[in-house]
């Protein structure tokens, strides 16, 4: 079966530096998707960025990169340059390459300091 | 585009109440439909999913049921509600191909009293 593990509940990071938010994922499947999503205080969910586990660059989208490393089934975000908007819970997803479910993680809570 | 509309967004309700939460999707066919429950501070919990008209997965044995009357449309309901019920209900749709991130609703904030 699998599963998404995020191993920082809650992380802090000062206003303008980076954060890396940590996901480790467990599968036997040999294709399967990654996703990181952002909630914020207000609930909804948003899809930040993708990861293919064939694709052998890693994905980038504005200030988020994910750090993929298929060898050691990681697959962490990066946050550049961090907002105080950034403050959310950040979860981490994977869908595997049949059936029709995602696998969420238990989330990291990120606050960004002023 | 696609949009996907959830309501309401907030509900107060009394133990062994009825429920009826309804979820559409604007701007696509066939969509794969899904309903999660989160407690506060916490993960996603998928409750049901659909690939289809009138096809619906359970994943977590329960008080609640859902349906899909419609190719858009995904409904959760409850003929008695218990007080541990109570939580956020997030509805997403997605494509259905691997690669496909899936989209949320703006979730409902269910309170069981």
């Known amino acids: 079966a699998q599963k998404i593990t995020q191993t920082q509940p809650g992380m802090f990071v000062q206003e303008k530096e980076a954060v890396t938010l940590d996901c480790t994922y467990d599968?036997?499947?040999?294709?399967?998707?990654l996703f990181w999503y952002k909630q914020p205080s207000s609930g909804e969910m948003i899809f930040l960025i993708y990861q293919g586990s064939y694709d052998e660059q890693n994905a980038t989208e504005g200030r988020y990169s994910l750090n993929f490393q298929k060898a050691r089934k990681s697959a962490n975000l990066v946050i550049s340059a961090s907002q105080l908007g950034d403050s959310a819970m950040y979860f981490c997803?994977?869908?595997?390459?049949?059936?029709?479910?995602?696998?969420f993680g238990p989330g990291t809570r990120l606050s960004v300091l002023p | 585009s696609q949009t996907i509309h959830q309501w309401p967004a907030t509900l107060v309700q009394p133990v062994g109440s009825p429920l009826s939460l309804e979820c559409t999707v604007e701007?696509?066919?066939?969509?794969?439909l899904y309903w999660y429950r989160q407690a506060a501070g916490r993960g996603l919990q998928l409750l049901f999913y659909s690939v289809g008209i009138g096809q619906i997965s359970s994943e977590v044995p329960q008080n609640l049921s859902a349906s899909r009357p419609q190719d858009r449309q995904f409904i959760l309901s409850s003929k008695k509600l218990l007080l541990s019920d109570s939580g956020f209900y997030l509805c997403?749709?997605?494509?259905?191909?691997?690669?496909?991130?899936?989209?949320f609703g703006d979730g409902t904030r269910l309170s069981i009293l």
């Open positions: 701007g696509t066919s066939n969509p794969n």
């Open positions: 997403a749709w997605s494509g259905g191909a691997r690669s496909q991130p899936q989209h």
């Open positions: 997803a994977m869908s595997p390459n049949y059936g029709q479910n995602f696998v």
């Open positions: 599968t036997s499947d040999q294709s399967y998707g």
